[in-house]
């Protein structure tokens, strides 16, 4: 099994370090990984992404051509990429910041399968974020959208990760991770539609 993931938004949405959790628990279940990230001109603002892969096999090269699943966190990031997303995947969307006519965002916001076997997720990851207390937990929202609904990944390891990567003077974010972490999977779990569909 391949899986090839990008992930992209703007800069300071989080959107590397959420790679980097994606990779470092694909690691810790002794998956073969591969992250790769860039950077756009502007650091905070400008756009940024990263290609993430996880395999069973070696993996020849960190490019990705099509991608099985796109998580995208703001509308550039959309139009940026939606050329590279395979449509037989799963196409997660921050409908918080991805204008109603864009993507998915116009169907039903959970299990919407087309006939090319795209997947649409569609929510306000942005937006809930923001009612736990703390905007920069968007990441970790989409995070728990795209494992509950993958499950390509285990939770259990995923809180680890967030849990040791904590810098000492950071320690008191693991808790609202683990809570924006939930809500995100809850939102698969319930099938809640945001309301912009």
């Not at 400008?46 to 796109?70: F, K, N, R, Y």
């Not at 990441?139 to 939770?155: D, Q």
Request: net charge positive.
């Amino acid at each position: 099994m391949t899986h090839r993931i990008i992930l992209a938004g703007a800069g300071g949405q989080g959107i590397m370090i959420l790679g980097k959790i994606v990779a470092e628990a694909a690691m810790r279940e002794d998956r073969h990984i591969t992250w790769m990230p860039s950077y756009g001109a502007e650091v905070r603002g400008g756009t940024a992404h990263c290609m993430v892969i996880i395999s069973d096999q070696a993996i020849g090269s960190p490019i990705i051509g099509e991608a099985d699943s796109l998580i995208v966190m703001n509308e550039p990031s959309l139009e940026r990429f939606k050329a590279r997303f395979n449509n037989k995947g799963l196409l997660l969307v921050n409908s918080s910041l991805v204008s109603k006519n864009k993507g998915c965002v116009s169907q039903p916001a959970v299990s919407k399968k087309s006939n090319s076997g795209l997947r649409c997720l569609c929510f306000p990851f942005t937006d809930i974020a923001i009612g736990l207390g703390n905007i920069k937990v968007a990441n970790v929202v989409a995070l728990g959208s795209f494992v509950a609904y993958t499950h390509i990944l285990k939770v259990e390891t995923i809180l680890r990760v967030i849990e040791d990567t904590a810098t000492h003077d950071r320690k008191d974010l693991i808790a609202i991770n683990k809570q924006a972490l939930s809500r995100g999977m809850q939102l698969v779990q319930e099938g809640v539609s945001d309301g912009k569909g």
